[in-house]
Each structure stands twice: as structure tokens, then as C-alpha cells.
């Protein structure tokens, strides 16, 4: 038995002793939604102008509201890699977009809960790995998500349109506002093939690949999870929708909701609501079939807005890419109705590493203790508790550093600059930079971090499970985390 599976058996002899009686409540359902590149500011319940998102607005105003919530990372892969495992990117060697895989060694949320009789599924953007074994693109190399507990999916393994998102355009390059988006091609309309691929478990889909992007996976989501139901079989369904990423498309009916704006903004704008559309019709179904009250949902971002885009970032600094708040700080809601009866807002600090823990708390799951998480459980706060983390949050992403505790931040644009810190309790938009002022505060700061980012290197160069994935990836720690200027040399 290698290191994982000894590790993975330990979570079937840890289930509490609740869960143990002859009639055990059902378990909970779990759908985690994720959006692709959406502003913590382009949603409604966080106060967008054009934005109209009523069915999120529906969960804000239903469930549990965080404020202050982060993606692990200021882009895709890393952020995504976190919500699966638990850990920060930089411990498991999701560096960056593109550069690094889900290694196999990781134990992901999917396989916990695949050791309690959960059917799991996947539909979306991926970008955690290479579909096709044998490709290789760099570090980037064969990682589906079979080999991470998934039992079914339809999934991208990078972006596509968020209409028609197997076609473009023809003769649009040199056009520089083409790589931003496009208005939905018309029938008969001349188009060529975008390049997109939707992989499965049964091979590529070649059925229903028109329209909007969320709606075709929302067909797949719904017979998954109607299927589960008949089969009386709890599920985890990860729904990671396309949208806002770029190029942005809207339908022509969504664009129309929008026609006072400019072209950009009514395929933003548009392609956004449509998605929102799709989460009602999730919640919708899940009332048909019964299991509303019994299903966990989340909904998040897997960073901040992209630059030169109509995204809004609420007014926080900096935006996609940046380890400023306007970078990772997300919009983020749970609907529970058997565990959250009353709407809340939670402004304490969480981070997506937090899924994890706090879903194997929630299923008095007991984690094994050699496994390094940097998620912590947020079930105290769905309770009304009292909970400080343990640890502050850390951010590594490039040259850039960033530690946060429940006030005080400190960032840092590279190892060499200067250490610059912010009291987001008083100042959450970053303005005022008070490092001279408390001195003592950067200096405990700065010694966690070095600590914490010790222990990530650590993890990554195989003191827990090895370096047999990392070898094939041939990456190195200096190479694609302390300084990626060293990869030129």
C-alpha cells in the first residue's frame, strides 16, 4: 500500500461515533460552484451598478454571506488546485496557470468523500493537467480527473467562449478588442473552430456544445445529480462554470438585458447573468428533487477581475494577478438550509483551502494528522462559535508575498522590496501603508511567513509523499516560485 492509499484508509475508520448509529441522518450533498475571473464587486449582493445577478443575490440573502473571503491564489490553476486538496498551491506545486499539475499524490476532497459512498463529478474548466496521456506541454502533463476521486465529468482542460464556445469568428485577428470578446455569431454566419475540446469520462463530447457555455454544462449537472438521487447516493458535484473569463460572448438575449451599455459590457454583463440563470436552475432542481435542505452549496471565484475588463473589484486594490486584496479577495456564499436557518455575514478571513476541512468537519471526517493542511475549518463560525484560525493566511504567487491575520496584512511585490502593511479592519482598501508604525506587527508577520513558506517548500520537495510526480514535471522550487526569472537563465 503506498503512502496515499495508507493515508486514504485512515479516513474510513475515522468517521465519529454520530455516524456510526444504526440510522445515521443522510448525508449532506455538496456542490461546489466556481466562477471563472468574477470580481468580488460584479455581483449584485456586493453592490454592482449594471451587473444584475438575482439568483446569487437569492443565496446572499438566504444563507451565509462571506465578506472577507480569499482564492488561494490571484489566477486560475492554483486556486482550483486548493479548493480540492486543502493545501496552498505553492506546498503542492500549483505554482501558476498553466505550470504545474494536481499531483496524483495529493489526497483530494473527491477521494475523502468517495471513502463514504459519495458519487462524484466534475464540469467545467479544469486546468489542473493534461487530458490525453503522452501530451506534454512544459510542466503541464497528464492529470484528468480520474486519477483524483472523479467519477464522471465533462470538462475543458483550459478556457473557452461563453457562447458557442467551440467556435470563433472568422478573420477577426489584428482586431484588438477580439481577444476580449465577441458578439454571438449568427446562424449562417461564417465561423471557424475555436480549438476547444470537451473531454469526459467517456471520451470527447461532440452533442449540445451550442450556446451558452453554463447551460451546457448545467445539462450535464442536473441528470448527474438526478441519477445520484435514484441511486440514493450522496454526491459532490464540482461546477466550474467558464464565466466572466475572457472572450467573453453573451446570447443574443442576454446581450439585450444590457443593450444601454457598450458592446463589451453587454457580453460581460451578459454572459455573467446567464450563469447566474444556471444556479437558480440548480437550486430549482434541487427543490424538485427534494434534497434542497439536505445539499450544501457554494459559490465562489477563483480570483479577482481581469485587467482592461468591465469586472469590478468592489473597490479593493489591484485586480487579477495581484496579491492586493482586489486579487484574491472573492465573492463567496453557502446555502445549507438544514444547518444555516437564518442569513448571516461572515467577515471573519477565510480562504478556498477552507472547502476541504470544513466539509470533513461538517461529516465528523477526522483529517490524518501527517497530512499538512492549510485550510482550516469554518463550521464553528456556520454555528455562531467563536474561531481564530490557527495560522495566518499565506500568499505566494510569483516574486509576490503576502500574510494575513484577522487585521493586519503584509505584502510584499518582491523578497528584496520593502515590507509594506495594511490594517484591512480600518483600512480594507489598502491605502495607507503603516508599516513604519508598527514595526513589531511586520516583524511577527514577516516570521510566519518565512516559517510557513519553509513548510511549503518542504512539502513540495517530497517530505511527505515523495518527488516521483515532481520529477516528471521537472520543476524546481526556485525556478517557478522564488523567482521565475531564473527560468531564462
Not at 20 to 29: D, F, G, L, M
Not at 333 to 359: A, F, G, Q
Not at 399 to 428: G, H, V, W
Not at 443 to 470: Q, V
Request: hydrophobic share 35%.
Amino acid at each position: 500500500m503506498n503512502v496515499k492509499n495508507a493515508m486514504l484508509a485512515l479516513f474510513v475508520g475515522c468517521s465519529s461515533a454520530t455516524l456510526a448509529t444504526e440510522n445515521p441522518p443522510p448525508r449532506p450533498n455538496i456542490i461546489i460552484c466556481l466562477a471563472d475571473d468574477l470580481g468580488w464587486g460584479s455581483v449584485g449582493y456586493n453592490g454592482a451598478k449594471v451587473i444584475k445577478t438575482p439568483h446569487l443575490d437569492k443565496m446572499a440573502a438566504e444563507g451565509a454571506r462571506f465578506d472577507r473571503f480569499y482564492s488561494s491564489g490571484p489566477v486560475c490553476a492554483p486556486s482550483r488546485a486548493s479548493i480540492l486538496n486543502g493545501r496552498h498551491p505553492s506546498r503542492t506545486g500549483v505554482f501558476s496557470t498553466s505550470m504545474g499539475i494536481l499531483r496524483p499524490e495529493e489526497i483530494t476532497l473527491p477521494e475523502v468523500l468517495k471513502q463514504h459512498g459519495y458519487v462524484t463529478a466534475h464540469y467545467g474548466k479544469w486546468h489542473l493537467g493534461m487530458m490525453v496521456e503522452g501530451t506534454r506541454n512544459k510542466t503541464r502533463i497528464y492529470s484528468p480527473p480520474s486519477i483524483h476521486g472523479i467519477d464522471e465529468w465533462f470538462t475543458s482542460e483550459i478556457k473557452v467562449p461563453t457562447w458557442d464556445p467551440m467556435i470563433k469568428p472568422v478573420n477577426f485577428e489584428g482586431d484588438e478588442t477580439w481577444r476580449h470578446g465577441w458578439r454571438a455569431i449568427e446562424p449562417g454566419e461564417e465561423s471557424e473552430p475555436y480549438g476547444t475540446t470537451y473531454h469526459t469520462h467517456n471520451g470527447i463530447a461532440t452533442e449540445n456544445l451550442s450556446g451558452d457555455s453554463s447551460r451546457i454544462l448545467m445539462d450535464r449537472v442536473i441528470p448527474f445529480m438526478e441519477k445520484s438521487v435514484a441511486a440514493e447516493k450522496p454526491f459532490l458535484a464540482l461546477v466550474w462554470f467558464h464565466a466572466p473569463h475572457k472572450p467573453v460572448v453573451a446570447g443574443p438575449e442576454y446581450a439585450k438585458m444590457y443593450k444601454d451599455q457598450d458592446w463589451f459590457m453587454q457580453q460581460y454583463a451578459g454572459c455573467i447573468t446567464a450563469m447566474d440563470e444556471q444556479v437558480g436552475r440548480m437550486r430549482d432542481t434541487l427543490k424538485e428533487l427534494g434534497i434542497d435542505d439536505n445539499t450544501i452549496v457554494f459559490f465562489t471565484s477563483d480570483n479577482g477581475p481581469e485587467h482592461n475588463t468591465p469586472g469590478e473589484a468592489g473597490g479593493f486594490r489591484d485586480r487579477k494577478r495581484s496579491l492586493y486584496e482586489g486579487g484574491v479577495r472573492v465573492p463567496s456564499l453557502m446555502v445549507w438550509p438544514n444547518k444555516i436557518k437564518e442569513p448571516m455575514v461572515i467577515d471573519h478571513p477565510c480562504v478556498s483551502s477552507d472547502y476541504l476541512p470544513t466539509i470533513v468537519e461538517a461529516l465528523e471526517i477526522d483529517m490524518p494528522k501527517s497530512y499538512t493542511l492549510d485550510g482550516e475549518s469554518f463550521f464553528p463560525l456556520l454555528e455562531g462559535k467563536e474561531f481564530q484560525r490557527s495560522a495566518p493566511i499565506g500568499f505566494d504567487y510569483w516574486e509576490q508575498r503576502a500574510f494575513t491575520d484577522n487585521r493586519f496584512k503584509i505584502y510584499q511585490k518582491t523578497p528584496d522590496s520593502e515590507i509594506e502593511l495594511y490594517d484591512l479592519i480600518n483600512d480594507k482598501y489598502e491605502e495607507e501603508n503603516i508599516a513604519d508604525k508598527h514595526p513589531e506587527v511586520v516583524a511577527r508577520l514577516k516570521k510566519g511567513f518565512d516559517e510557513w513558506f519553509s513548510s511549503c517548500k518542504d512539502s513540495f520537495e517530497g517530505k511527505e509523499y515523495g518527488t516521483e510526480s515532481l520529477e516528471k514535471t521537472g520543476q524546481k522550487w526556485a525556478d517557478l516560485s522564488v523567482n521565475p526569472k531564473l527560468k531564462k537563465k
